[in-house]
């Protein structure tokens, strides 16, 4: 069975303030993906980033960087230096289906409100 | 690329009427096309998977009759909402499987919200 966990339910930072949100996996497959989708308050999902099982190379994108460690199962997600226009819901989602079925499993997700 | 849109955003309706939503893949095909269901405040659940020229694959506890699930072009899936009651109202998203880069990507439209009367 997949499982995601995003136990932050809700988080409030300062701007400028860096703020990490957590996501912990489970799955038995060897092949699987991980995603971030951002949620602003507009509702529509925007997607972050994929990762695949098989690279653990961390990565950076602008004020966004990942850390995915395979050792504890998660895949945390950092922004750095936050802004009011990154207060959303984020989603961490898994993908580990041998079937082919591209069955996106989504954590709970956690809100994060940055204030100014 | 990789744009999904949705028609309509919002609607309102009565009880007892059925409803159409669309979900285009605007700039690519998509031959498999999924639909969620979002409570405030809550997480995505994944209600059907619509594959291009079959039937959709509903997940248990979704009731097909009510949820009916057509794709009939590979840029176009529609969920008609049959016999809307106010337990039906929410917010329904769609998402397209991306088919060039990542081709295990799910791109989302921006939802359409249903409030049922």
């Known amino acids: 069975a997949q499982k995601v966990t995003q136990a932050q339910t809700e988080i409030s930072v300062v701007e400028k303030e860096d703020v990490t949100l957590d996501c912990v996996y489970e799955?038995?497959?060897?092949?699987?993906?991980l995603f971030w989708y951002k949620q602003p308050p507009s509702g529509e999902l925007v997607f972050l980033i994929r990762?695949?099982?098989?690279?653990?190379q961390n990565e950076i994108s602008g004020r966004y960087s990942w850390n995915f460690q395979k050792s504890t199962s998660s895949f945390n997600f950092t922004i750095t230096a936050s802004q009011v226009v990154d207060s959303a819901v984020y989603f961490c989602a898994l993908i580990a289906d041998q079937t082919g079925a591209n069955n996106l499993f989504f954590g709970t997700g956690t809100r994060l409100t940055v204030i100014p | 690329g990789a744009v999904v849109s949705q028609h309509p955003s919002w609607v309102i309706c009565k009880s007892g009427t059925s409803v159409k939503i669309e979900c285009r893949s605007l700039d690519f095909q998509a031959t498999t096309m999924f639909w969620y269901r979002q409570f405030p405040k809550q997480s995505l659940m994944l209600m059907a998977t619509?594959?291009?020229?079959?039937?959709?694959?509903?997940e248990q506890g979704v009731e097909k009759d009510k949820f009916l699930i057509n794709h009939a072009s590979l840029t176009l899936s529609t969920l008609t909402v049959t016999s809307a009651h106010p337990e039906d109202s929410s917010f329904y998203i769609c998402?397209?499987?991306?088919?060039?880069?990542?081709?295990?990507?799910?791109?989302f439209g921006p939802g359409t919200r249903l409030t049922v009367l």
């Open positions: 990762r695949n099982s098989f690279d653990e």
């Open positions: 998402s397209a499987l991306g088919t060039s880069t990542f081709t295990d990507t799910q791109y």
């Open positions: 619509s594959n291009e020229g079959s039937k959709a694959t509903y």
């Open positions: 799955t038995r497959d060897t092949t699987y993906y």
